[in-house]
């Protein structure tokens, strides 16, 4: 069964810096999605990023980007030039491609939160 | 206009009451989940439909029975509630069963006393 690790339950980040969040996963698949997403303090879920593991190239959006090392099962993401309303709980996320079963759905690490300091 | 939304958004009932939470997706998905988010914040996930057909039931209790009426809705409905239901859950939605890019709802927090 494919599991994710989050190593990190809290970190801390002052404004402007910028800040790594890990991510460990486990699966025999050789294909598969990874994502990250962000819960603020009003609880919605929010997609940040996302990763397929046949693209070597690292995903990135604006200010995150993705360190996708798929030999050794990482996953991290940089938030750069960190601001105040990134202060959230994040969390990494893996899902199979494949139809069917009980590998289409999104399994989540424990999540790792961030405080953004002024 | 909301992608998907959630009612209520916060529930307080007594143990042994039976309840329902709504779940709508304006977003033209097929396939649609239930998660449960635990006070520890974890996430983990209880049922997914795609066009009507369930297609995962993670292990849940038999007190717990998802309905949908259509593509759009998915909701949840739990009988004989219990103390260690309580907890945050969450409806998605997603565009096809095989890209799981989902789409989240506010979430419901419900509060077993």
């Known amino acids: 069964a494919q599991t994710v690790t989050q190593s990190q339950p809290e970190m801390s980040v002052q404004e402007a810096e910028t800040v790594t969040l890990s991510c460990t996963y486990d699966?025999?698949?050789?294909?598969?999605?990874l994502f990250w997403y962000k819960q603020p303090p009003s609880r919605q879920m929010i997609l940040v990023i996302r990763?397929?593991?046949?693209?070597?190239q690292n995903a990135t959006e604006n200010r995150f980007s993705v360190n996708f090392q798929k030999a050794a099962k990482s996953f991290s993401l940089k938030i750069s030039d960190s601001q105040l309303g990134d202060a959230a709980m994040y969390f990494c996320?893996?899902?199979?491609?494949?139809?069917?079963?009980?590998?289409?759905?999104?399994?989540f690490g424990t999540g790792t939160l961030l405080a953004v300091q002024p | 206009d909301t992608a998907v939304s959630q009612t209520p958004k916060y529930l307080v009932t007594q143990m042994g009451n039976d309840k329902s939470i709504k779940c709508e997706q304006n977003?033209?998905?097929?396939?649609m989940y239930w998660y449960k988010q635990d006070s520890k914040k974890f996430l983990k996930i209880m049922f997914s439909y795609n066009n009507k057909e369930l297609i995962i039931n993670e292990t849940v209790p038999n007190r717990f029975s998802p309905k949908s009426p259509d593509k759009a809705h998915l909701n949840l409905h739990i009988n004989s509630l219990e103390l260690g239901d309580s907890a945050v859950y969450f409806c998605a939605s997603s565009q096809e069963i095989v890209n799981a890019e989902q789409y989240f709802g506010p979430g419901t927090r419900l509060t077993v006393t």
């Open positions: 990763q397929e593991a046949y693209k070597q």
């Open positions: 996320a893996y899902s199979s491609p494949f139809y069917g079963g009980a590998t289409n759905k999104l399994i």
């Open positions: 977003l033209g998905h097929d396939t």
């Open positions: 699966t025999s698949e050789s294909d598969y999605y």
